[in-house]
């Protein structure tokens, strides 16, 4: 798989959270390198661990903003939010003790999961943000 590069289309136009998105996105791409060279484990884990930190932070950030606009959608998101953590932390368990094969689909799965939710979930977000304004 090859690293993504950032790009317009998945900004959200709240600065704060595109930039969340942009740093989120340089570690998911660390990891991409990192499995790619067949990095010892323990380093790649380490940079996934750097990515569910971000990630916790990131999504703190918006909720903080969807509580503060009534997002009607808020317990689902934040439903995603938490499927997310559980599913890369299961994922880091079975890449450790299944090896490449379940790295590979660990970096499927967050490169799947970026686009569907910065792309699908937070644009409607940003959607909702416009209507209000």
Do not use: C
């Not at 090859?2 to 660390?30: G, M, S």
């Not at 990891?31 to 323990?42: C, L, N």
């Amino acid at each position: 798989m090859q690293p993504i590069r950032w790009n317009e289309e998945f900004k959200i136009d709240v600065e704060e959270i595109d930039e969340q998105h942009k740093v989120l996105l340089e570690i998911f791409n660390q990891i991409v390198v990192s499995v790619e060279k067949k990095d010892e484990w323990m380093a790649t884990a380490s940079i996934v661990d750097s990515l569910i930190h971000h990630a916790y932070r990131h999504f703190a950030t918006e909720e903080r903003y969807m509580i503060k606009h009534q997002y009607p959608d808020l317990p689902l998101h934040i439903g995603q939010h938490l499927d997310f953590i559980k599913k890369v932390t299961t994922l880091t368990q079975e890449a450790k003790e299944k090896g490449p094969e379940k790295q590979k689909e660990m970096i499927a799965f967050l490169a799947k999961w970026y686009y569907d939710h910065v792309l699908i979930v937070d644009k409607k977000y940003s959607q909702y943000l416009d209507i209000k304004k």
